[in-house]
């Protein structure tokens, strides 16, 4: 009887070239994977935890103040908003961020109130972010992203009449890196 080169095994747990192949390609796969997620939690590892919870306590003031004072959209800036925090929460568990933030101040009047309880840094930040996402949506656009940098404009708008209440001095830009 020929040898055809290969065995039969009858389940004793042989491979076959084939086998090693896709084993080997698995294997590759899973080093990659592993590496992407070592990559990715060491470049969010730079995160600084107040700044996020700044962000958050931010957009949640910002949520409180449409509550009170509704514009033209209060429901789809409030969508918006709560998904940017859904966002943040994500990175501030990444970054190993604990404790609860809460909205800066309780008078969500404030800003209107002559600005006391508005931080210009904070304001910085936010417009800041935006105008990150706004530039993100232009290099890679979607259906959407018409929409969501009309939303975040308007946006940046509130902001800029916050920041005038408030006294913050300068123009607010995105910097090299975001």
């Given at each position: 009887m020929?040898?055809?080169g290969r065995t039969a095994r009858g389940g004793r747990g042989g491979t076959s070239p084939r086998q090693r192949k896709i084993a080997g390609v698995a294997a590759i796969g899973v080093t990659l994977g592993v590496a992407f997620a070592v990559a990715t939690?060491?470049?969010q590892a730079g995160e600084n935890c107040q700044g996020?919870?700044?962000?958050?306590?931010?957009?949640?003031a910002f949520i409180a103040d449409q509550l009170v004072n509704p514009d033209a959209l209060p429901e789809a800036r409030i969508a918006n908003r709560q998904a940017v925090i859904d966002q943040l929460e994500q990175r501030r568990t990444v970054a190993g961020c604990t404790g609860e933030v809460e909205v800066p101040d309780a008078d969500p009047n404030a800003a209107?109130?002559?600005?006391?309880?508005?931080?210009?840094?904070?304001?910085?930040g936010a417009v800041r972010?935006?105008?990150?996402?706004?530039?993100?949506?232009?290099r890679n656009p979607d259906a959407l992203s018409e929409a969501r940098i009309a939303n975040r404009q308007a946006v940046i708008d509130l902001l800029e009449q916050r920041r005038t209440l408030a006294g913050c001095t300068g123009q607010v830009a995105l910097t090299a890196g975001g």
């Open positions: 020929a040898s055809s939690g060491t470049s996020l919870d700044t962000a958050v306590g931010n957009n949640l209107l109130n002559g600005g006391a309880a508005e931080n210009c840094d904070g304001l910085d972010n935006n105008l990150a996402f706004i530039d993100g949506q232009r």
